[in-house]
C-alpha cells in the first residue's frame, strides 16, 4: 500500500504540473467563494445559479431538488460506462458560518489572494474548496478522456452548519437518494495542519447542552446560598475541568482531537438589563449557558449523562438541562462500519477507498483533502501569473 501511495503522490503531483494554463480553477474558486452562503441568511439562489453553471461546461446533468423552498440541493450526475454498478457520491455543503467581518484582514467575502499566494474567505476549508475540488477533479478528468465505470454523483447540500434537518437529513432520507444506488460517500474531514493527509470513517456526534439555574433573587450587598449565579459557576467550573483534562490529553499527544469529548461554551445568559447596561446590584433569579460539545463514537454517552445530570446541572443546585442531539438515539454517532462486504464485494472500507484512488479518480482523493489543497492550488495560479 505504501507504494502506491507514493505513486498516487507523484501522479498527484504531475496533475498539477500539467494542468493547462487556460484554465484557472483559481478563479472559479474565488467566484464560488464570493458569494455570501453565511448562515443565518445564506444567498442559495447565488450558489446554485453559480453550481448549474459550472455544471453545464462540463457536460454533467443536474437536478435541483428543494425538500423546503428556498433550500436547494444540487445533484449533478456523470453517468459510468457500468451504471448498474453501486455509484460514488461526492458531497459537500455550500453554506458557511456567520464571519465577524470587522476581524478579518481582508473582507471574508472577498476571496483576497495575498503576495504568499494565501486566500482569505470565509468558507476556503469549510468547505468550499472540497466541492470546487471535485468539479475542477471531474474537469481534468474529462479532458484526459477518462470516464468512470461507476456513475458519479456530486450533491452540494444546504443548511450544514445548522444541522443539516433542511438539507443532507431530508436527501439521505429520500426517494431521490435510494435511486442513486450509492456504494460510497465522500465528505468532510479535519483540515491537516501538515503532509499528512487522513481519511476519517466516523464523525463526532454534536451535543449541544444548555444548563440552566434558577434561585431567590437578592439584593447585591446580600451574601447567601443558592443565588442562580453562583450554582452556575460551579457548573461552568466543573465544565472547565472536564474539558481542561480532555484537552491535557490531546497536549500530552496520547489522544488527536477527535477521540477526546471536547466542550466548548457558546453562550452565557444572565443579568437585569438597565438603559447603561445591567442592573449592577441585584443578584438575578435565572442563569444559563449553553456548551457546544462533541462527542467521539469512542466515547461512552451514558456516563456523560450521568455527568451532565450529576456535575454539571443537578436538580441539588436548582438546575436544569436540556440537550439537542444532532441524530436520533437509536443511531447516536456517525460510524461507517469498517468490515468486509459493507460496499464492494471483498474489500474492507480502506481497500474501497484505495479502489477508489486507483481505479477511478487519484486527482479527486487528492483534490478532496483540504487545507493544503488551497496552498497547492495558490501555487498553481502563481505560477500562472509568472507565465503571463
Ligand atoms: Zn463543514
Known amino acids: 500500500m505504501k507504494k502506491t501511495l507514493i505513486n498516487l503522490f507523484f501522479l498527484s503531483l504531475l496533475f498539477f504540473f500539467i494542468l493547462p494554463t487556460k484554465q484557472n480553477p483559481i478563479t472559479r474558486f474565488q467566484e464560488y467563494l464570493q458569494i455570501n452562503t453565511a448562515q443565518p441568511n445564506p444567498n442559495y439562489s447565488e450558489s446554485t445559479k453559480f453550481l448549474i453553471s459550472l455544471s453545464k461546461s462540463l457536460n454533467l446533468e443536474s437536478q435541483i431538488i428543494e425538500f423546503v423552498k428556498g433550500k436547494p440541493i444540487i445533484l449533478l450526475k456523470w453517468v459510468g460506462k457500468n451504471p448498474k454498478l ?40 469549510d468547505m468550499k474548496c472540497v466541492g470546487l475540488q471535485y468539479l475542477e477533479a471531474i474537469r481534468e478528468l474529462k479532458s484526459s478522456g477518462f470516464e468512470p465505470i461507476r456513475t458519479v454523483y456530486v450533491s452540494f447540500v444546504p443548511d450544514e452548519e445548522i444541522g443539516g434537518h433542511d438539507g443532507a437529513e431530508k436527501f439521505a432520507a429520500s426517494d431521490e437518494f435510494e435511486k442513486l444506488n450509492v456504494g460510497i460517500v465522500l465528505d468532510e474531514g479535519l483540515a491537516s495542519p501538515n503532509e499528512n493527509y487522513r481519511l476519517f470513517y466516523a464523525e463526532r456526534c454534536p451535543w449541544w447542552l444548555v444548563i440552566k439555574a434558577t434561585g431567590a433573587p437578592g439584593h447585591g450587598s446580600k451574601l447567601y446560598d443558592n443565588s442562580a449565579m453562583e450554582n452556575l459557576l460551579k457548573s461552568i467550573e466543573s465544565v472547565r475541568r472536564f ?85 436520533e438515539d437509536a443511531n447516536p454517532f456517525h460510524l461507517t462500519h469498517t468490515h468486509t ?27 478532496s483533502l483540504k487545507e493544503r489543497i488551497v496552498t497547492l492550488m495558490t501555487k498553481v495560479y502563481a505560477r500562472h501569473k509568472n507565465i503571463a
Not at 354 to 362: A, K, R, Y
Open 341 to 367: 462486504h459493507t460496499y464492494w464485494p471483498h474489500e474492507s472500507w480502506c481497500d474501497t477507498v484505495m479502489v477508489i484512488c486507483t481505479t477511478f479518480c487519484t486527482k479527486l482523493i487528492f483534490w
Open 243 to 327: 474539558r481542561a483534562s480532555q484537552f491535557d490529553l490531546v497536549k500530552a499527544g496520547l489522544k488527536a482531537q477527535g477521540e477526546v469529548i471536547s466542550v466548548n461554551m457558546a453562550f452565557l445568559k444572565a443579568g437585569t438589563p438597565s438603559p447603561t447596561g445591567f442592573v449592577m446590584n441585584l443578584q438575578p433569579s435565572e442563569a444559563e449557558a449553553g456548551f457546544d460539545i462533541r462527542v467521539p463514537p469512542t466515547a461512552d454517552p451514558k456516563s456523560l449523562e450521568k455527568r451532565i445530570a450529576e456535575e454539571w446541572a443537578p436538580s441539588s443546585r436548582n438546575m436544569t438541562f436540556e440537550v439537542w442531539m444532532q441524530v
Open 86 to 125: 453501486s455509484s460514488i457520491l461526492l458531497n459537500s455543503h455550500t453554506d458557511v458560518v456567520a464571519a465577524e467581518h470587522h476581524k478579518w484582514n481582508y473582507p471574508p467575502f472577498k476571496a483576497h489572494i495575498d503576495e504568499s499566494g494565501d486566500i482569505y474567505a470565509r468558507g476556503s476549508q
